[in-house]
């Protein structure tokens, strides 16, 4: 092990250019898995939200950095990066790690939209910190940041039916009454990320966690 461990963030500060050096900016990341065959999956909910959310900011998913689809913006003057990892699930720590580095973002300013089985379809629950709740790519990110203090943005996708496997669960289309609900639903999910950006975490939990204490 380097007697240094501090010498690669140092190398990655050097050769981030200086405009990105002294900027506050937001990186919103989605989690999913990419491909086709999974993009209306329970699993890709984090995905369908950054579409959504480029959506209202008329922006595209057109580059690819640090193993993920990226795209960039600002929003009442603070730059954001909004990013895809493209690692599949349980390895999105490595893109979201090197997006943190390379961006010099803080971690309150990190927010990472995921699914949640816990949390009844559509409900929305925002939280500064916490454990991963054994969300594999949660599990991943909060590995390689050695960190778990960063907020997120849970989208409820009810638990799985029966005796069904959660693995198989998440990993199925969201019925079609589902799809036309999620359309609000998405909606209302990255109007409260745009809150968290332009108001704070406080005021973002108090919109989008409806009777829950923060």
Do not use: C
């Amino acid at each position: 092990m380097s007697k240094h461990p501090n010498l690669l963030e140092k190398i990655m500060a050097l050769l981030t250019p200086r405009s990105i050096r002294n900027e506050i900016r937001y990186l919103i990341v989605g989690l999913g898995n990419p491909g086709v065959k999974y993009q209306y999956n329970r699993h890709n909910v984090g995905f369908m939200t950054l579409n959504e959310l480029g959506k209202l900011l008329g922006l595209a998913f057109s580059r690819f950095e640090h193993k993920s689809l990226v795209t960039k913006g600002e929003y009442y003057g603070k730059k954001i990066i909004l990013a895809k990892p493209q690692t599949f699930m349980n390895n999105s720590g490595q893109s979201v790690s090197s997006l943190v580095r390379y961006y010099k973002v803080p971690l309150s300013n990190l927010l990472v939209v995921y699914d949640d089985i816990d949390l009844p379809f559509g409900s929305l629950r925002i939280r500064p910190k916490g454990g991963s709740s054994g969300h594999k790519g949660m599990a991943s990110i909060i590995n390689y940041l050695n960190s778990q203090d960063f907020p997120r943005l849970r989208v409820g996708i009810d638990r799985p039916p029966g005796q069904m496997d959660a693995s198989t669960y998440v990993l199925q289309d969201f019925t079609k009454q589902e799809l036309n609900l999620l359309e609000d639903i998405l909606e209302f999910a990255a109007d409260s990320i745009l809150t968290y950006i332009d108001h704070g975490l406080e005021i973002a939990m108090t919109k989008s966690n409806p009777g829950v204490s923060p």
